[in-house]
Protein backbone atom coordinates (compact mmCIF):
# COMPACT_ATOMS: atom_id res chain seq x y z
CA UNK A 1 0.00 0.00 0.00
CA UNK A 2 1.56 3.25 -1.01
CA UNK A 3 1.51 6.34 0.83
CA UNK A 4 0.00 9.35 -0.82
CA UNK A 5 2.23 12.30 -0.61
CA UNK A 6 0.02 15.77 -0.06
CA UNK A 7 1.13 18.44 -2.21
CA UNK A 8 1.55 22.03 -1.49
CA UNK A 9 -0.05 24.47 -3.51
CA UNK A 10 1.76 27.72 -3.74
CA UNK A 11 0.37 30.75 -2.84
CA UNK A 12 -1.53 33.63 -4.54
CA UNK A 13 -2.76 36.40 -3.22
CA UNK A 14 -5.85 38.40 -3.53
CA UNK A 15 -5.02 40.79 -5.86
CA UNK A 16 -2.67 40.31 -8.88
CA UNK A 17 -0.82 43.29 -10.20
CA UNK A 18 -0.64 42.21 -13.54
CA UNK A 19 2.51 43.48 -15.65
CA UNK A 20 2.13 45.73 -18.95
CA UNK A 21 1.98 43.03 -21.31
CA UNK A 22 -1.40 42.01 -19.49
CA UNK A 23 -3.19 45.48 -19.03
CA UNK A 24 -1.88 45.81 -22.92
CA UNK A 25 -3.34 42.45 -24.39
CA UNK A 26 -6.91 43.76 -22.18
CA UNK A 27 -6.83 46.99 -24.07
CA UNK A 28 -6.56 45.44 -27.35
CA UNK A 29 -9.14 42.50 -27.01
CA UNK A 30 -11.62 44.66 -25.26
CA UNK A 31 -13.05 46.01 -28.33
CA UNK A 32 -12.95 43.03 -30.14
CA UNK A 33 -15.00 40.83 -27.43
CA UNK A 34 -17.42 43.10 -27.38
CA UNK A 35 -18.67 42.86 -30.49
CA UNK A 36 -18.56 40.03 -33.00
CA UNK A 37 -18.91 41.52 -36.98
CA UNK A 38 -20.59 39.31 -39.26
CA UNK A 39 -19.72 39.05 -43.17
CA UNK A 40 -20.44 42.13 -45.34
CA UNK A 41 -21.27 42.57 -48.81
CA UNK A 42 -19.03 44.65 -50.60
CA UNK A 43 -19.01 47.94 -50.28
CA UNK A 44 -19.70 48.98 -53.28
CA UNK A 45 -23.04 47.24 -53.98
CA UNK A 46 -23.90 47.64 -50.49
CA UNK A 47 -23.75 51.60 -50.97
CA UNK A 48 -25.84 51.48 -54.50
CA UNK A 49 -28.54 49.73 -53.16
CA UNK A 50 -28.79 52.22 -49.97
CA UNK A 51 -29.17 54.99 -52.80
CA UNK A 52 -31.20 53.46 -54.71
CA UNK A 53 -33.57 52.66 -51.76
CA UNK A 54 -33.50 56.09 -50.39
CA UNK A 55 -33.84 57.80 -53.85
CA UNK A 56 -37.21 56.18 -53.89
CA UNK A 57 -39.57 57.92 -51.85
CA UNK A 58 -37.84 61.42 -52.72
CA UNK A 59 -38.70 60.56 -56.28
CA UNK A 60 -42.72 59.54 -55.45
CA UNK A 61 -43.58 62.77 -53.92
CA UNK A 62 -41.55 64.49 -56.70
CA UNK A 63 -43.68 62.71 -59.22
CA UNK A 64 -47.02 63.29 -56.47
CA UNK A 65 -45.96 66.76 -56.45
CA UNK A 66 -45.63 67.37 -60.31
CA UNK A 67 -48.99 65.30 -60.87
CA UNK A 68 -51.00 67.92 -58.41
CA UNK A 69 -49.60 70.70 -60.03
CA UNK A 70 -50.66 69.48 -63.86
CA UNK A 71 -54.04 68.24 -62.50
CA UNK A 72 -54.63 71.83 -60.93
CA UNK A 73 -55.35 70.71 -57.63
CA UNK A 74 -53.65 73.45 -55.85
CA UNK A 75 -53.17 76.87 -57.88
CA UNK A 76 -49.58 78.19 -58.66
CA UNK A 77 -50.24 80.57 -56.17
CA UNK A 78 -50.32 78.05 -53.27
CA UNK A 79 -48.15 75.15 -54.55
CA UNK A 80 -45.47 76.02 -57.35
CA UNK A 81 -44.58 72.78 -60.03
CA UNK A 82 -40.69 71.68 -59.63
CA UNK A 83 -40.10 73.61 -62.70
CA UNK A 84 -40.93 76.84 -61.22
CA UNK A 85 -38.33 75.88 -58.09
CA UNK A 86 -35.70 74.89 -60.52
CA UNK A 87 -36.25 77.96 -62.64
CA UNK A 88 -36.09 79.69 -59.38
CA UNK A 89 -33.04 78.23 -58.36
CA UNK A 90 -31.35 78.72 -61.55
CA UNK A 91 -31.71 82.69 -61.57
CA UNK A 92 -30.47 82.74 -57.88
CA UNK A 93 -27.73 80.55 -59.00
CA UNK A 94 -26.87 82.85 -61.57
CA UNK A 95 -26.71 86.00 -59.91
CA UNK A 96 -24.48 84.64 -57.12
CA UNK A 97 -27.05 84.81 -54.23
CA UNK A 98 -27.91 80.87 -54.13
CA UNK A 99 -24.43 79.62 -53.54
CA UNK A 100 -23.60 82.34 -51.32
CA UNK A 101 -26.44 82.07 -49.70
CA UNK A 102 -25.58 78.19 -48.77
CA UNK A 103 -21.94 78.58 -48.04
CA UNK A 104 -22.86 80.86 -45.07
CA UNK A 105 -25.41 79.13 -43.32
CA UNK A 106 -23.56 75.64 -44.20
CA UNK A 107 -20.26 77.72 -42.53
CA UNK A 108 -22.08 79.24 -39.46
CA UNK A 109 -23.54 75.65 -38.90
CA UNK A 110 -20.18 73.69 -38.89
CA UNK A 111 -18.69 76.36 -37.08
CA UNK A 112 -21.46 76.48 -34.17
CA UNK A 113 -21.60 72.61 -34.64
CA UNK A 114 -18.24 72.27 -33.49
CA UNK A 115 -17.94 74.21 -30.56
CA UNK A 116 -21.22 72.80 -29.33
CA UNK A 117 -20.43 69.30 -30.03
CA UNK A 118 -16.77 70.06 -28.44
CA UNK A 119 -18.05 71.27 -25.33
CA UNK A 120 -21.02 68.76 -25.16
CA UNK A 121 -18.53 65.99 -25.11
CA UNK A 122 -16.07 67.79 -22.48
CA UNK A 123 -18.91 68.15 -20.22
CA UNK A 124 -20.90 65.24 -20.59
CA UNK A 125 -17.76 63.35 -20.14
CA UNK A 126 -17.12 65.22 -17.20
CA UNK A 127 -20.74 64.24 -15.86
CA UNK A 128 -20.60 60.84 -16.59
CA UNK A 129 -17.40 59.82 -15.28
CA UNK A 130 -17.56 62.24 -11.53
CA UNK A 131 -20.53 61.83 -8.91
CA UNK A 132 -19.53 65.28 -7.87
CA UNK A 133 -19.79 66.86 -11.09
CA UNK A 134 -23.21 65.02 -11.94
CA UNK A 135 -24.76 66.37 -8.68
CA UNK A 136 -22.61 69.60 -9.30
CA UNK A 137 -23.94 70.61 -12.86
CA UNK A 138 -26.18 67.91 -13.92
CA UNK A 139 -29.60 69.97 -12.38
CA UNK A 140 -28.38 73.69 -13.95
CA UNK A 141 -28.03 72.13 -17.29
CA UNK A 142 -30.88 70.51 -17.27
CA UNK A 143 -33.13 73.67 -16.46
CA UNK A 144 -31.27 75.54 -19.28
CA UNK A 145 -31.77 72.39 -21.71
CA UNK A 146 -35.66 73.40 -21.26
CA UNK A 147 -35.23 76.88 -22.56
CA UNK A 148 -36.97 77.15 -26.07
CA UNK A 149 -34.29 78.37 -29.10
CA UNK A 150 -36.20 81.82 -29.55
CA UNK A 151 -36.19 82.98 -26.02
CA UNK A 152 -32.37 82.90 -26.23
CA UNK A 153 -32.40 85.37 -29.45
CA UNK A 154 -33.22 88.77 -27.54
CA UNK A 155 -30.75 88.33 -24.89
CA UNK A 156 -27.88 87.21 -27.82
CA UNK A 157 -28.79 90.72 -29.63
CA UNK A 158 -28.61 92.64 -26.84
CA UNK A 159 -25.30 91.10 -25.61
CA UNK A 160 -23.63 90.43 -29.01
CA UNK A 161 -25.23 92.35 -31.56
CA UNK A 162 -26.83 91.03 -34.48
CA UNK A 163 -23.57 89.79 -36.09
CA UNK A 164 -21.67 86.59 -36.64
CA UNK A 165 -20.95 85.73 -32.75
CA UNK A 166 -24.66 85.69 -31.81
CA UNK A 167 -25.96 83.29 -34.32
CA UNK A 168 -22.55 80.98 -33.54
CA UNK A 169 -23.51 81.19 -29.90
CA UNK A 170 -27.01 80.19 -30.69
CA UNK A 171 -26.02 77.13 -32.98
CA UNK A 172 -23.39 76.18 -30.16
CA UNK A 173 -26.39 75.86 -27.51
CA UNK A 174 -28.61 74.18 -29.88
CA UNK A 175 -25.34 71.58 -30.09
CA UNK A 176 -24.54 71.39 -27.05
CA UNK A 177 -27.36 69.69 -25.11
CA UNK A 178 -27.79 66.77 -27.56
CA UNK A 179 -24.42 65.50 -27.11
CA UNK A 180 -23.94 66.40 -23.50
CA UNK A 181 -27.10 64.72 -22.81
CA UNK A 182 -26.05 61.30 -24.63
CA UNK A 183 -22.50 61.15 -23.54
CA UNK A 184 -22.98 61.58 -20.11
CA UNK A 185 -25.74 59.16 -19.72
CA UNK A 186 -24.22 56.71 -21.61
CA UNK A 187 -21.18 57.07 -19.75
CA UNK A 188 -23.23 56.40 -16.59
CA UNK A 189 -24.56 52.88 -18.03
CA UNK A 190 -21.00 51.39 -19.33
CA UNK A 191 -21.20 48.12 -18.01
CA UNK A 192 -19.43 48.23 -14.27
CA UNK A 193 -17.68 44.78 -14.79
CA UNK A 194 -16.27 45.64 -17.88
CA UNK A 195 -14.68 48.88 -16.04
CA UNK A 196 -13.61 46.79 -13.28
CA UNK A 197 -12.28 44.49 -15.44
CA UNK A 198 -10.07 47.31 -17.19
CA UNK A 199 -9.05 48.27 -13.69
CA UNK A 200 -7.60 44.47 -12.76
CA UNK A 201 -5.46 44.98 -15.49
CA UNK A 202 -3.96 47.97 -14.53
CA UNK A 203 -5.56 50.19 -16.70
CA UNK A 204 -6.57 53.86 -14.82
CA UNK A 205 -7.56 56.95 -15.61
CA UNK A 206 -7.11 58.18 -19.27
CA UNK A 207 -6.11 54.38 -20.52
CA UNK A 208 -9.07 53.20 -18.65
CA UNK A 209 -11.23 55.86 -20.52
CA UNK A 210 -9.78 54.81 -23.94
CA UNK A 211 -9.94 51.31 -23.89
CA UNK A 212 -12.81 50.53 -22.16
CA UNK A 213 -15.23 53.35 -21.69
CA UNK A 214 -15.12 55.50 -25.26
CA UNK A 215 -15.77 52.31 -27.50
CA UNK A 216 -18.44 51.37 -25.16
CA UNK A 217 -20.20 54.78 -25.96
CA UNK A 218 -19.22 55.69 -29.60
CA UNK A 219 -22.59 54.51 -30.67
CA UNK A 220 -24.34 56.94 -28.40
CA UNK A 221 -21.69 59.48 -28.94
CA UNK A 222 -22.64 59.31 -32.62
CA UNK A 223 -26.23 59.50 -32.34
CA UNK A 224 -25.70 62.91 -30.16
CA UNK A 225 -23.74 64.22 -32.58
CA UNK A 226 -26.40 63.53 -35.25
CA UNK A 227 -28.98 64.80 -32.82
CA UNK A 228 -26.74 68.06 -32.49
CA UNK A 229 -26.56 68.27 -36.33
CA UNK A 230 -30.04 68.40 -36.87
CA UNK A 231 -30.68 71.19 -33.66
CA UNK A 232 -27.71 73.26 -35.39
CA UNK A 233 -29.40 73.76 -38.86
CA UNK A 234 -32.77 74.24 -36.89
CA UNK A 235 -31.29 76.65 -34.78
CA UNK A 236 -29.44 78.43 -37.72
CA UNK A 237 -32.68 78.86 -39.18
CA UNK A 238 -34.16 80.45 -35.91
CA UNK A 239 -31.08 82.87 -36.26
CA UNK A 240 -31.24 83.55 -39.74
CA UNK A 241 -35.08 84.50 -39.65
CA UNK A 242 -34.70 87.05 -37.22
CA UNK A 243 -31.27 89.01 -37.36
CA UNK A 244 -29.65 88.05 -40.59
CA UNK A 245 -28.97 89.56 -43.92
CA UNK A 246 -27.70 86.50 -45.87
CA UNK A 247 -28.38 82.82 -45.92
CA UNK A 248 -30.95 80.23 -46.75
CA UNK A 249 -33.34 81.37 -43.49
CA UNK A 250 -33.20 85.02 -44.91
CA UNK A 251 -33.99 83.55 -48.29
CA UNK A 252 -37.09 81.66 -46.36
CA UNK A 253 -38.36 85.21 -44.54
CA UNK A 254 -37.64 87.49 -47.53
CA UNK A 255 -39.41 85.27 -50.37
CA UNK A 256 -42.34 85.11 -47.43
CA UNK A 257 -42.30 88.88 -47.19
CA UNK A 258 -42.52 89.20 -51.26
CA UNK A 259 -44.73 86.24 -51.52
CA UNK A 260 -42.56 84.15 -53.26
CA UNK A 261 -43.61 80.53 -52.51
CA UNK A 262 -40.83 79.00 -55.32
CA UNK A 263 -37.99 80.98 -53.49
CA UNK A 264 -39.41 79.39 -49.79
CA UNK A 265 -39.65 75.84 -51.15
CA UNK A 266 -36.10 75.90 -53.13
CA UNK A 267 -35.00 77.34 -49.29
CA UNK A 268 -36.32 74.08 -48.02
CA UNK A 269 -35.13 71.69 -50.37
CA UNK A 270 -31.68 72.95 -49.91
CA UNK A 271 -31.81 72.75 -46.23
CA UNK A 272 -33.15 69.28 -46.55
CA UNK A 273 -30.00 68.61 -49.13
CA UNK A 274 -27.10 70.26 -46.85
CA UNK A 275 -28.47 68.92 -43.59
CA UNK A 276 -28.45 64.94 -44.84
CA UNK A 277 -25.04 65.30 -46.87
CA UNK A 278 -23.76 66.52 -43.59
CA UNK A 279 -25.45 64.25 -41.65
CA UNK A 280 -23.73 61.54 -44.03
CA UNK A 281 -20.40 63.14 -43.15
CA UNK A 282 -21.05 62.32 -39.33
CA UNK A 283 -21.65 58.69 -40.92
CA UNK A 284 -18.28 58.28 -42.10
CA UNK A 285 -17.27 59.70 -38.86
CA UNK A 286 -18.84 56.91 -37.21
CA UNK A 287 -17.35 54.54 -39.27
CA UNK A 288 -13.75 55.47 -38.99
CA UNK A 289 -14.59 55.35 -35.38
CA UNK A 290 -16.13 51.91 -35.10
CA UNK A 291 -12.99 50.58 -36.95
CA UNK A 292 -10.22 52.63 -34.87
CA UNK A 293 -12.24 52.02 -30.80
CA UNK A 294 -14.96 49.68 -31.58
Known sequence: MTETVPRTLPRTSARTVPDATAAAAFAASA?????????????ASRGWIALGGGAVLPVLILAAWQLTTALGVFTMAQLPSPAMVWQAGVDLFASGLLGQYAAISTQRVLIGFAVGAALGIA??????????????????????????????????????????????????????????TTVSAAL???????????????LRRARLFTAVQLPAVIPAVV????????????????????????????????????GRIDRILLAIILLAILGKLTDAAVGLFERWANRKWA
Request: charged share 15%.
Open 31 to 43: PAARTARAPRRPL
Open 123 to 180: LGALIGLSRAADLLFAPTLGAIRAVPSLAWVPLLILWLKIGEESKLTLIAIGAFFPVY
Open 188 to 202: RHVDRQLVEAGRAFG
Open 223 to 258: SGLRLALAQAWLFLVAAELIASSMGLGFLLIDSQNN
